[in-house]
């Protein structure tokens, strides 16, 4: 029998985002129906498979516009100022979740001095400066490879599964909030109100919509004809990371390599419970599909990047289990925050790789924007916002590199200086197969850097 319940605002989605948007509405005294899987491992959810690390810096590239790192930044930092009295908040409704404070970033390779470089710049333009290391000062390290590091005292750890498992408390503890533990199946207008129908049978009318389900927006907006949101796609970054028993745990602080071939390097974080996550890969998903299993070369990758950059004494710990995630993001790789051209529907979500340090920021966010309609049509998360996307030859132009490292992985590695040449021919190879329909379709559909090994796999296929 189909039930109808009302609220205030309604929040589709789950996740940290969905939970902190949640927390945030309901305490400023506004009835909120969060929509979502309430219990058990969620498929596909980023937030259940994250390290994860407040990188505020670290998630900079050398590569990365003056203008893409300052916007970037600036909102990390926001999202950072403040944190441990969100977990505090979160704590008086759930359960207690510390952080450990630093980061470590090594430098593997050549090009990594440049990638330090550019991070160290980073956290001293904004006042928290890092410190460059030898590699025998970092705790935990265990590797030939690496020859520096730097210690970011702005950044932190935290145990990804203690924090959604204790906002998932607060959640269910406060009286404002109704979670209903099911899927949203669509959204309608229902005369000036908005209507989102469940895959339980239940109805929530509320007076504003709140669109937190990351990559699974696409498949529900699909399924809800007529809703013009006018808002830039929101794409899927498949991310395989492991859960290993390793006793004692060798790290304190996180330690992680910078971001290269199109992931976000290597990392290992220390679970509260004794566990130690490793993570993690990344990879554009056209059509994610939430249940599908890590495959061999993911786990490969995972673990010789693990041993080989990070801990060689990783060889001796043993699986507990791998976590597959899928990261949503954007083609300007900024969130979406804010109001659509719907009015009354808001959208929180592609937060991709820092999803845990900014969910509190983009719940106060969409908290001033509900309380104050248009509050953010300026801001950079803004869904509202113009996006100048990069033809396919800019991008292949631009990380020549990058794909030279994509087929070195794992364990493959070129002499030095010859990964820009290798790159270069491979772009050239590629620029060969521009006319093919199925290339113009796959660069249409996501153009963005991370499509670019999806290139090389279809050029592949076609050469067989």
């Given at each position: 029998?189909?039930?109808?319940?009302?609220?205030?605002?309604?929040?589709?989605?789950?996740?940290?985002?969905?939970?902190?948007?949640?927390?945030?509405?309901?305490?400023?005294?506004?009835?909120?129906?969060?929509?979502?899987?309430?219990?058990?491992?969620?498929?596909?959810?980023?937030?259940?498979?994250?390290?994860?690390?407040?990188?505020?810096?670290?998630?900079?590239?050398?590569?990365?516009?003056?203008?893409?790192?300052?916007?970037?930044?600036?909102?990390?930092?926001?999202?950072?100022?403040?944190?441990?009295?969100?977990?505090?908040?979160?704590?008086?409704?759930?359960?207690?979740?510390?952080?450990?404070?630093?980061?470590?970033?090594?430098?593997?390779?050549?090009?990594?001095?440049?990638?330090?470089?550019?991070?160290?710049?980073?956290?001293?333009?904004?006042?928290?400066?890092?410190?460059?290391?030898?590699?025998?000062?970092?705790?935990?390290?265990?590797?030939?490879?690496?020859?520096?590091?730097?210690?970011?005292?702005?950044?932190?750890?935290?145990?990804?599964?203690?924090?959604?498992?204790?906002?998932?408390?607060?959640?269910?503890?406060?009286?404002?909030?109704?979670?209903?533990?099911?899927?949203?199946?669509?959204?309608?207008?229902?005369g000036s109100a908005m209507r989102v129908a469940t895959a339980a049978g239940t109805t929530v009318t509320a007076e504003q919509v709140v669109l937190a389900a990351g990559v699974q927006i696409p498949a529900l907006l699909r399924h809800s004809p007529g809703l013009e949101l006018a808002?830039?796609?929101?794409?899927?970054?498949?991310?395989?990371?492991?859960?290993?028993?390793?006793?004692?745990?060798?790290?304190?602080?996180?330690?992680?390599?910078?971001?290269?071939?199109?992931?976000?390097?290597?990392?290992?974080?220390?679970?509260?419970?004794?566990?130690?996550?490793?993570?993690?890969?990344?990879?554009?998903?056209?059509?994610?599909?939430?249940?599908?299993?890590?495959?061999?070369?993911?786990?490969?990758?995972?673990?010789?990047?693990?041993?080989?950059?990070?801990?060689?004494?990783?060889?001796?710990?043993?699986?507990?289990?791998?976590?597959?995630?899928?990261?949503?993001?954007?083609?300007?790789?900024?969130?979406?925050?804010?109001?659509?051209?719907?009015?009354?529907?808001?959208?929180?979500?592609?937060?991709?790789?820092?999803?845990?340090?900014?969910?509190?920021?983009?719940?106060?966010?969409?908290?001033?924007?509900?309380?104050?309609?248009?509050?953010?049509?300026?801001?950079?998360?803004?869904?509202?916002?113009?996006?100048?996307?990069?033809?396919?030859?800019?991008?292949?132009?631009a990380h020549r590199t990058a794909l030279a490292d994509v087929i070195c992985q794992p364990g493959g590695s070129l002499p030095a200086g010859t990964a820009a040449a290798l790159g270069g021919h491979l772009c050239a190879a590629l620029a060969h197969q521009l006319a093919d329909p199925?290339?113009?379709?796959?660069?249409?559909?996501?153009?963005?850097?991370?499509?670019?090994?999806?290139?090389?796999?279809?050029?592949?296929?076609?050469?067989?």
């Amino acid at each position: 029998m189909e039930t109808t319940r009302t609220a205030d605002v309604v929040i589709v989605g789950a996740g940290i985002i969905g939970l902190a948007c949640a927390l945030e509405l309901a305490q400023s005294g506004t009835s909120v129906a969060l929509i979502g899987p309430c219990a058990g491992r969620h498929p596909g959810q980023a937030s259940r498979a994250a390290g994860a690390m407040l990188t505020v810096f670290s998630e900079v590239e050398a590569a990365h516009p003056p203008e893409r790192v300052a916007i970037e930044v600036a909102e990390r930092v926001a999202a950072r100022v403040g944190y441990e009295a969100w977990l505090d908040q979160l704590a008086e409704g759930g359960q207690p979740v510390t952080l450990t404070p630093g980061v470590w970033v090594t430098a593997n390779t050549p090009t990594d001095r440049a990638e330090l470089a550019a991070i160290a710049a980073a956290a001293a333009g904004a006042g928290v400066p890092g410190e460059l290391h030898s590699p025998g000062n970092v705790p935990g390290l265990v590797s030939e490879t690496v020859f520096e590091a730097l210690w970011l005292p702005g950044e932190a750890g935290v145990d990804a599964e203690a924090l959604t498992g204790s906002a998932t408390a607060a959640v269910l503890a406060h009286p404002r909030i109704c979670w209903l533990d099911t899927d949203a199946v669509t959204v309608t207008e229902a005369g000036s109100a908005m209507r989102v129908a469940t895959a339980a049978g239940t109805t929530v009318t509320a007076e504003q919509v709140v669109l937190a389900a990351g990559v699974q927006i696409p498949a529900l907006l699909r399924h809800s004809p007529g809703l013009e949101l006018a808002a830039p796609p929101v794409l899927a970054g498949r991310g395989v990371s492991m859960v290993l028993d390793a006793t004692p745990a060798p790290v304190a602080s996180p330690i992680r390599t910078p971001n290269r071939g199109f992931a976000c390097g290597a990392h290992l974080v220390a679970r509260t419970d004794g566990g130690l996550y490793l993570g993690a890969t990344n990879r554009l998903s056209t059509h994610p599909v939430l249940d599908r299993c890590p495959s061999v070369d993911e786990i490969a990758t995972l673990l010789h990047d693990g041993t080989h950059e990070l801990n060689a004494d990783l060889r001796h710990a043993q699986i507990r289990e791998a976590r597959v995630g899928y990261r949503p993001y954007t083609t300007d790789h900024l969130p979406l925050v804010g109001r659509t051209a719907h009015p009354k529907v808001l959208l929180a979500t592609a937060t991709y790789r820092c999803g845990m340090l900014l969910a509190p920021h983009v719940a106060r966010l969409i908290q001033h924007e509900v309380d104050h309609p248009g509050a953010l049509l300026d801001h950079p998360y803004s869904p509202r916002r113009s996006i100048q996307t990069p033809g396919l030859t800019e991008l292949l132009t631009a990380h020549r590199t990058a794909l030279a490292d994509v087929i070195c992985q794992p364990g493959g590695s070129l002499p030095a200086g010859t990964a820009a040449a290798l790159g270069g021919h491979l772009c050239a190879a590629l620029a060969h197969q521009l006319a093919d329909p199925a290339v113009q379709r796959l660069a249409a559909s996501a153009p963005v850097e991370e499509v670019l090994p999806l290139l090389l796999d279809v050029a592949g296929r076609r050469s067989q």
